[in-house]
């Protein structure tokens, strides 16, 4: 018995007769909740470096993949046999540059033709079909913008997307003055997505730079909370001048 099988044998005794109350309620509903839980605290391990972590995170995510797969084997639509050889199907019909014939370019090409594989798998009458629409916003513009890329509908400079960033703040201003809510929105969303174009071009991950930023920012205003804790100072009577002061000593660390 190999050790997928093993995980299954296991979901099986948690919703069995003498299994686990709270294993015998769940449903695919619930389990997606958890799913997305595990994957970012894969997410957060790998940033960590950890390996131990990764290694047991790892092992959460694919428990709960097993345990999804059996949970709809359970009421006769598939099983973990049926997604695997689905997977292996696919991945070897999207990369016929490894496993076919097909010679390819480069990596702008590979892409082209993925995306031309997927549309003709899933039969898309967009090149945008098929993207989550559940996806975190920064991760879901990424996506969009990638896609339309592979069409050739993009930047070719990151200079270029820097001058509609700056269209994009003017507009924003001219909102502001207006005080219309829905057109400030509106244009702090152009903002934001042209961002993510510019991060895309210089093949910057936005969710991961976006993170290294908050991650900086929490430090840095953890500094401060603890240097006036050392004087016994709370932050509410500090004033912002001398949070502003501390601020900037956190900076030079």
Known sequence: MDKIERIKHIVEALRGENGCPWDKR?????????????AYELVDAIERGSHQAIKEELGDLLF?????AYLYEEVGKFDLKNVIDTVEEKMIRRHPHVFGGVKVRDER????????????????????????????ALM????????????????????????KLEEEVEEFKRALKQENRDRIEEELGDILFSCVNLARLLNIQPEEALRKTVYKFKDRFQFIEK???E????????????MDALWERAKDI
Not at 141 to 149: H, L, M, N
Not at 231 to 242: A, I, M, P, V
């Open 26 to 38: 769940q449903t695919p509903k619930t389990i997606k909740n958890y799913l997305l839980e595990e």
């Open 109 to 136: 090409e590979i892409r082209v033709r993925w995306q031309k594989i997927k549309s003709e798998e899933k039969l898309q009458s967009s090149i945008l079909d098929g993207i989550p629409k559940a996806l975190p």
């Open 227 to 229: 240097r006036l804790r």
């Open 64 to 68: 709960l993949i097993v345990f999804l």
């Open 140 to 163: 879901l513009a990424y996506k969009v913008g990638s896609r339309a890329a592979t069409v050739g509908f993009d930047w070719q400079r990151a200079e270029d997307v820097i001058l």
């Open 231 to 242: 004087k016994g100072r709370d932050l509410e009577e500090t004033s912002l001048k001398e």
